[in-house]
T-cell receptor, first 113, second 115 residues
Framework: NAGVTQTPKFQVLKTGQSMTLQCAQD?????MYWYRQDPGMGLRLIYY???????DKGEVPNGYNVSRLNKREFSLRLESAAPSQTSVYFC????????????FGPGTRLTVL | GDSVTQMEGPVTLSEEAFLTINCTYT??????LFWYVQYPGEGLQLLLK?????DKGSNKGFEATYRKETTSFHLEKGSVQVSDSAVYFC??????????????FGTGTRLTIIP
């Protein structure tokens, strides 16, 4: 049972490049989330998906897009990376909502030069 | 909006010392409260949670009580171990759009236990 997996683990981009962060869960969860973690700021929600086929903005959605490809997979896309997007990105899932335990992936460390 | 304020770190303690990490919150409704822990190089994992006032969450010797009157959810452990060294996050779960909740996190407290 892998839980929540994320790829890649590390990535370096140049300003203006694009990339997609992949996330998958094998727990049959309905809700999935993307967070970014920055020093001194805790985790901030970028986007979430309450169920397959729905997505909604979180606290810091600007510069990002998401796709809930199916129940298992939730991807995060940076269309034109900026240095301000240098961060550690975590994907998480929960059974139905944040009242349920959220299970986190190991994270992707992204550096934008 | 809702917010979580937790004790600034880093916190350094000797093994077997008593631990308290303070957490207070502001919320308009009746949120769920959580403590998550992050070990080096890993993602976050749930340590404990409480869903209503006066509930006590507990796990691995850690405890926290949901205090509505003081809007607090302080984390305590009677005797810490080296293996407890990690970053601890207090979080608040609120109802958002479409009936789904989202978590608001505190900034995290780094705990180091010295043998």
């Amino acid at each position: 049972n892998a839980g929540v997996t994320q790829t890649p683990k590390f990535q370096v981009l140049k300003t203006g490049q694009s990339m997609t962060l992949q996330c998958a869960q094998d727990m049959n969860h309905n809700s999935m989330y993307w967070y970014r973690q920055d020093p001194g700021m805790g985790l901030r929600l970028i986007y979430y998906s309450a169920s397959e086929g729905t997505t909604d903005k979180g606290e810091v959605p600007n510069g990002y897009n998401v796709s809930r490809l199916n129940k298992r997979e939730f991807s995060l896309r940076l269309e034109s990376a900026a240095p301000s997007q240098t961060s550690v990105y975590f994907c998480a899932s929960s059974l139905d909502s944040s009242r349920d335990t959220q299970y986190f992936g190991p994270g992707t460390r992204l550096t934008v030069l | 909006g809702d917010s979580v304020t937790q004790m600034e770190g880093p916190v350094t303690l000797s093994e077997e010392a008593f631990l308290t990490i303070n957490c207070t919150y502001t919320a308009t409704g009746y949120p769920s409260l959580f403590w998550y822990v992050q070990y080096p190089g890993e993602g976050l994992q749930l340590l404990l949670k409480a869903t209503k006032a006066d509930d006590k969450g507990s796990n691995k010797g850690f405890e926290a009580t949901y205090r509505k009157e003081t809007t607090s959810f302080h984390l305590e452990k009677g005797s810490v171990q080296v293996s407890d060294s990690a970053v601890y996050f207090c979080a608040l779960g609120e109802w958002a759009n479409f009936g789904n909740e989202k978590l608001t996190f505190g900034t995290g407290t780094r705990l180091t236990i010295i043998p």
